[in-house]
Each structure stands twice: as C-alpha cells, then as structure tokens.
C-alpha cells in the first residue's frame, strides 16, 4: 500500500527566507504526486504535480518541487517566503486506477508559520 | 466557473442522528471524490464515484457510512447515527474524466454533541 511521509510537523521562518518542506513516499510504481496548500477553515488549493517528466516541476505562488526517484521524495521548495504563504502544506501520491490518480494518499501535513 | 460546492459548511448534530453532507462537483466533472480529515491529521480517502456508480469505497466504514452521486443532483455522504468520533472536517473533490487533478472543496465540518 502506498503511504506518504512528512517528517516535519511544524516549520517556522522569518518572511524572505527560503523554505523547504520534505516529503517521502512509499508506492510501488512511478508515483503521480502532488503538493496542496490548506489555509485555515479552507478546502485544498493544488500547488503542483508529478507525473513523469522533467523532476523539477514548477507550481503557482513561486513553489518548486523536486522529484528523487533515488530517496522517494519529492521535497517542496520557495526561495523567498512571504506571510501570506502561512498555512498548512500537504504532500500527496495517486493510486492510479485505469491509468487516472483516483485515489489520494496524503501526509499528515507541515504547518508553516511565517514571522515578520 | 464555479468551483467544487459544498453546503452545509458547518453542521452540528446530537449523537444518534443522521448527517447529510452535500457535494456538486466543478461544472464538466463527472467524478467525484470524499476525504476525512480527523483533527490534527491528514486527509483519508473514502469513497470515489462517477454518475449513478460507487467505483472504490474501500476507505469507506463499514456500518453507518453511504455515499451516492445521482444522475441528477449534487453528491451526497450520508451519516446514519452519527457518533462523537465521526467529528471531523470532510472535504470533496471532483476531476474531469480522463484527468489526473482533483479539486477540492471547502469542506463540511461536522460537531457531533
């Protein structure tokens, strides 16, 4: 069965630094994965994908992520935070189904604090 | 273009008394998805379903819990006697046939007294 890994529960950094958010997998074949974004009270906001391809994949808000095949991850980065990034991050692997990401396997999340 | 709709946002109930949790997917999706998210956890799987078909409902309860996605009409999970411990948020998420990208509702938290 397919799991999903984010070691870091809580991240805390000074607005206009970097930020890296780990995550590993555990899947069986070429994982399709993906990043969300959940600000407080609110539903899932998808910052990027993998599905196969170039390993680093570009997403909205400034977001990169990084796919190692070699260490399961699939690490997701920012080299300039800003305060409104606060909000809790999610890495997630698709069970594919019929060739289609059907079934979401999510990590238990990181919680980002940006301080001034 | 509206997104993925989901009502009651907020929905209180006393323990042995139905939940129902409604879900219109975005408009063009025939697929639709529903997440648990427990307090200070992730999201878990539990049921995916295209029109008038339960297609994987292996993350579903055994007893209690239903889903259905009529022909017509909006996604609905369906809690019977609920108990405090299904407190929980519980999100949707639609995709379009033959894409890889599930968008996600803003959820229906669910207080059980």
């Known amino acids: 069965a397919q799991s999903v890994t984010q070691p870091d529960i809580h991240i805390t950094v000074s607005e206009g630094a970097s930020l890296e958010l780990r995550c590993n997998y555990s899947?069986?074949?070429?994982?399709?994965l993906f990043w969300y974004v959940q600000s407080p009270g609110q539903g899932l906001q998808l910052l990027l994908k993998y599905f196969s391809g170039d390993t680093l994949v570009q997403g909205i808000k400034g977001f990169e992520a990084e796919f190692k095949r070699s260490q399961s991850s699939f690490n997701l980065r920012k080299p300039s935070v800003h305060w409104s990034d606060a909000a809790e991050y999610f890495c997630?692997?698709?069970?594919?189904?019929?060739?289609?990401?059907?079934?979401?396997?999510f990590g238990s999340g990181t919680q980002l604090t940006v301080l001034p | 273009n509206a997104g993925v709709m989901q009502n009651p946002r907020h929905l209180v109930r006393r323990r042995g008394q139905e939940a129902r949790l409604r879900c219109s997917p975005m408009?063009?999706?025939?697929?639709v998805y529903w997440y648990r998210q427990l307090p200070e956890e992730g999201l878990k799987f539990m049921v995916y379903l295209q029109k008038e078909n339960i297609i994987d409902e292996s993350g579903m309860p055994k007893e209690r819990f239903s889903a259905e996605f009529p022909k017509e009409g909006p996604s609905i999970l369906r809690i019977q006697q609920v108990v405090r411990g299904d407190s929980a948020a519980y999100f949707c998420?639609?995709?379009?046939?033959?894409?890889?990208?599930?968008?996600f509702g803003a959820g229906t938290r669910l207080s059980v007294l």
């Open positions: 899947y069986g074949a070429t994982p399709y």
């Open positions: 997630a692997v698709g069970l594919i189904s019929s060739g289609y990401a059907r079934q979401l396997t």
């Open positions: 998420a639609s995709s379009r046939s033959g894409s890889n990208i599930q968008y």
């Open positions: 408009k063009g999706h025939s697929h």
